[in-house]
């Protein structure tokens, strides 16, 4: 029989045949990142749509100056709506790779390692910020500045700020470490903002307020395509699960906000920190694949998320026509939606999405692909309202890693599996019930739990009984405390454990004995003791009927004993 107890107060009598139990509920309610430099000319420079490399041309500098160089400033590159350049193109900004600081003022010229400065392959010990056109970028060494595309051809670790209409960034081929982005915008029309190549292992870390946005058809804003062994971490350069530092990525028509451009796929995408507004192009994902690209292995672990998808592309998933798979997301507060909030996370216009799984986070928006935890177990969206202010959720004693509430919304929405939760705060405590493939939250006013007795016993054939407690859910003053079952201190029964029988319609005295594992029961006695969220349970064993006086003779007829237990929470 299970009994959820309500109230200060509880009484439950059942009549066994031959004995009578009574449960008292008792105490609280019980409820159920000028010295010489390593030049790098044979680097040479990513060409953005063929994905190959162009070394440039390389002279003696006809000037040199001791301070910070800055290139020649130039219009930018004409080019096509895909990003070419085009036939009538004739000036070109300079090449800069410069040593110790500085650039060539020659629109035709580069830096040579044989200058007679320092030696290909030495390290500069003094790494300092270098100034390209709007750009700023330290270290000094391990890039190229050409035709305004500052491209990172040696892995390392930089950081690049600015303000720029006319400059983009490109991550070469194989490169691999990392890029702080402080205070950085490029709002370009020539390409991508910033290209990653497919083979590059890339972080990307937060600080500040960025923007990365082109209007190129074609383009993400941040451009992550077709991806092969490469892999892209975006985080807050104040660490993993922080939410300092913000990008805003939006990409043109056909493009994503962050990952493919036109028909291109993207993947291996991972999100540990930063706010982060990704907003797709016409056909794009706002994280995910471009036109007709699908999204495969994005993976959302902090932060803050809102990624809306244009026109037939999802918020986080498959652009047009494109599908997702394997998309996770562990924690962080995630909002993703599309022009019409109809794919929030999931597939395109006439894309599947498969092997979603959640695990942790506030994801506001729809969800496709069946969600799982990962396990083989569905997950239930449930909606925790009215927490303005609440920094962290924790489910089941486990931080659910949100990043903080929704813009103008003060609710959060949890996944979970499909059975009974209990979610805290740091101010409250809340019950989701699950039924119907539904999990409804309600505040946890009064402490929960179940006690179950059994509803008869036939002394003579069965002679055990198990008391057990289950679904122990504790008020938020009351956590760490236990529930705790005892005999009461009503009950008739000896310091030898012997329960007194009375003899319906008759005068006959008889007793049984009654005990647990530990010996003989009585008042007083703790049967079990369950914490906060446990379950457990006890054996009590009832000796035959024997008369009082041990002459082992029981009249024939009717017995009943009341045996009383009181829970507390203590």
């Known amino acids: 029989m299970k009994q959820k107890r309500r109230g200060c107060k509880t009484c439950i009598r059942t009549t066994l045949l031959g004995i ?46 001791k301070n910070i160089g800055t290139s020649e400033e130039k219009e930018p590159e004409s080019v096509d709506q895909n990003g070419e350049k085009e036939d009538d193109v004739t000036e070109e900004a300079g090449i800069v790779t410069g040593e110790a600081g500085n650039v060539t003022e020659d629109t035709d010229k580069a830096l040579s390692p044989d ?162 507004t990704a907003t797709g192009g016409i056909n794009g994902a706002g994280i995910g694949g471009g036109s007709n690209g699908k999204a495969g292995n994005i993976t959302i672990n902090g932060g803050t998320i809102t990624a809306k998808g244009g026109t037939n592309g999802a918020g986080i998933g498959g652009g047009s026509n494109g599908s997702a798979d394997h998309i996770t997301i562990t924690g962080g ?37 069946s969600p799982t935890d990962g396990n083989g177990n569905y997950v239930y969206r449930a909606i925790l309202e009215n927490q303005p202010g609440i920094p962290s959720v924790n489910v089941d004693g486990m931080d659910y890693k949100v990043a903080g509430n929704h813009e103008n919304d003060d609710s959060y929405y949890l996944y979970m599996t499909g059975r009974d939760h209990v979610i805290t705060t740091p101010q409250n405590r809340y019950i989701g019930e699950f039924a119907n493939s539904k999990i409804t939250i309600s505040e946890l006013l009064e402490n929960m739990y179940t006690l179950t007795i059994p509803t008869s016993l036939e002394l003579g054939s069965m002679h055990e009984a198990d008391i057990s407690v289950s679904g122990v859910y504790m008020t938020f003053p009351d956590i760490g ?19 007194a029988l009375s003899q319906m319609g008759g005068s006959a005295e008889v007793f049984t004995s009654v005990s647990n594992e530990s010996g003989p029961l009585t008042t007083g006695i703790e049967i079990l003791s369950v914490s906060d969220l446990g379950s457990d349970s006890r054996k009590i064993y009832f000796g035959d009927p024997a008369t009082s006086d041990g002459s082992g003779t029981v009249p024939a007829g009717n017995y009943s004993g009341t045996l009383t237990f009181a829970v507390s929470v203590e």
């Not at 609280?28 to 994905?51: D, F, H, K, R, W």
């Not at 077709?226 to 985080?235: A, D």
């Not at 236990?482 to 201190?489: E, F, G, I, L, R």
């Open 20 to 65: 009578s139990v009574m449960a008292f509920s008792m105490g609280n309610p019980v409820y159920a990142a000028e010295t010489e430099q390593e030049t790098n000319t044979n680097a040479g420079v990513l060409q953005e749509q063929q994905g190959n490399i162009e070394s440039p041309a390389v002279e003696d500098p006809s000037e040199q100056e």
């Open 115 to 276: 200058n007679g400065n320092v030696s290909e392959g030495q390290q500069n010990p003094n790494p300092q910020v270098f100034a390209l056109n709007d750009l700023t970028v330290t270290p000094q060494d391990g890039w190229v500045y050409d035709k305004n595309v500052l491209t990172f051809s040696s892995s390392g670790d930089y950081t690049v700020t600015g303000n720029t209409t006319r400059d983009r960034i490109v991550v070469a081929p194989d490169f691999e470490g990392s890029i702080t982005i402080e205070n950085l915008t490029i709002n370009t029309s020539s390409g991508a903002a910033l290209l990653v190549d497919p083979s590059a292992r890339l972080t990307l870390k937060l600080s500040g307020i960025n923007t990365l946005k082109t209007s190129n058809v074609s383009n993400a804003g941040l451009d992550f395509r077709n991806v092969t062994s490469g892999s892209l971490i975006i985080t807050s350069a104040a660490g993993d699960g922080m939410s300092d530092g913000s990008l805003t990525a939006t990409g043109g028509i056909n493009g994503a906000g962050v990952g493919g451009g036109s028909n291109g796929d993207t993947g291996n995408i991972t999100i540990n920190g930063g706010t982060i």
């Open 333 to 369: 507060t995630v909002e993703a939606s599309d022009k019409y909030g109809r794919s929030g996370i999931g597939g395109g216009s006439n894309g599947s999405a498969k092997n979603t799984v959640i695990t942790g986070g506030s994801i506001k928006g729809p969800v496709s692909g």
């Open 481 to 499: 405390k236990q529930v705790k079952v005892k005999v009461s201190d009503s009950t008739k029964i000896s310091q030898e454990g012997a329960l």
